[in-house]
């Protein structure tokens, strides 16, 4: 899905920034569908949101396999974008009720590290389908998937009921209301987490998204062809990969910090370090350290959320943090193109590093550990 809806809107006739519109609607469904996904998920139980997610996914590739034009595309954008953010949040909230603590970190970064897989076969699939049998045969694909993952919930996941009703104290003891007055409260009562962790959080997601626009983007400017900034971004894509069996070995063994400060400090210095490179190799190696850093803070986001969430309003919980994540997805390429437009494109790159340094800062000195010390 996020190669397909760029390569159709141009495909469609789109120009490049209504190209850039309908992608950023996909996060923009994110943000909208992720406070309302914590409270479905609240009221209706993990595996009905996950159905419900992929069922609206699956409707997202069937309706693709009609569309003619870039409005139509843009709306399926931001369903799917939807539908993403109920799965997501929901197969969270079924970890941090069902997998231990000490076994959370691994549980997650091994998540993170399979969507990093996804995130190589997907393209290539895609490109691969498109060429030979057009877009409509990966709108069917994505579909199939969708449905085929949706009987694999339905019939293989049992859906974890707490001991006690999710009837918290999101409005004082009250049954949850799905509104302002809900969202005030939560906010009110876990603002320190949202103003640190939460801070945090938003700083490492915009240095992540930043870090995925500015290498290609630095690439083009020192004059690399496109098979080899493919090759580039794949080698950091791969060295990324591999690492998520060691940042759940760390965060598991030592704690979560241990995993954030090094994730922020190496991805800080590689954006730092990537206007210095005028070559392939020097990008290439630039770029390996970035993907190292990225990769050692595979599953944290997800990892410290559900460390956080009190265990009786988990779901709302991580729909707020969720909602930080997201924004900060979804603001940091727009941010990336104002200080560009502004400035210089080296700009960015020294404005980026600083909010990755920032967020290192927050995350050192204002966040407490989260990792339980379980006797051995």
Request: aromatic share 6%; proline share 4%.
């Amino acid at each position: 899905m996020l190669l397909v809806i760029p390569l159709y809107a141009l495909e469609l006739g789109a120009s490049p920034a209504i190209t850039a519109f309908i992608f950023s609607l996909r996060g923009l469904g994110n943000m909208v569908a992720d406070l309302p996904a914590g409270y479905i998920t609240a009221r209706f139980g993990n595996k009905s949101a996950m159905l419900l997610g992929l069922a609206m996914m699956s409707t997202a590739g069937l309706t693709g396999m009609h569309i003619s034009t870039s409005l139509h595309l843009g709306l399926l954008s931001f369903i799917a974008g939807c539908a993403m953010a109920l799965w997501l949040l929901a197969r969270l909230t079924l970890v941090g009720d069902s997998v231990p603590t000490d076994h959370r970190g691994k549980a997650l970064s091994t998540m993170g590290g399979l969507q990093r897989v996804a995130g190589l076969l997907g393209p290539v699939s895609t490109g691969f389908i498109a060429l030979t049998y057009g877009y409509s045969a990966v709108f069917m694909m994505i579909a199939i998937i969708s449905s085929i993952t949706l009987v694999l919930i339905g019939f293989t996941i049992r859906a974890y009921v707490p001991k006690k009703p999710v009837i918290n104290s999101i409005t004082h003891n009250h049954p949850i209301k799905v509104g302002l007055a809900g969202l005030k409260s939560l906010l009110h009562r876990h603002r320190s987490i949202y103003m640190t962790a939460g801070l945090a959080v938003l700083l490492l997601t915009v240095v992540r998204s930043a870090r995925q626009l500015l290498i290609p983007l630095w690439a083009v400017h020192i004059a690399l062809d496109p098979s080899t900034i493919g090759l580039v971004v794949g080698t950091a894509a791969l060295i990324d990969t591999c690492m998520f069996p060691f940042a759940g070995l760390i965060m598991d063994r030592f704690g979560r910090k241990y995993a954030a400060v090094p994730c922020l400090l190496l991805l800080s210095a590689s954006l730092l370090l990537i206007p210095l490179s005028h070559n392939a190799a020097q990008l290439t190696l630039i770029a390996m350290l970035a993907g190292l850093g990225n990769g050692l803070g595979s599953g944290l986001n997800m990892t410290l959320g559900t460390d956080l969430a009190p265990q009786g309003e988990r779901a709302p919980f991580l729909g707020v943090w969720r909602l930080i994540s997201d924004t900060g997805s979804f603001s940091g390429p727009m941010l990336i193109g104002l200080i560009t437009t502004a400035t210089t494109l080296t700009g960015a790159f020294v404005v980026s590093a600083l909010l990755g340094l920032s967020g290192l800062c927050v995350m050192t000195l204002f966040v407490k550990e989260t990792l339980e010390q379980v006797s051995k």
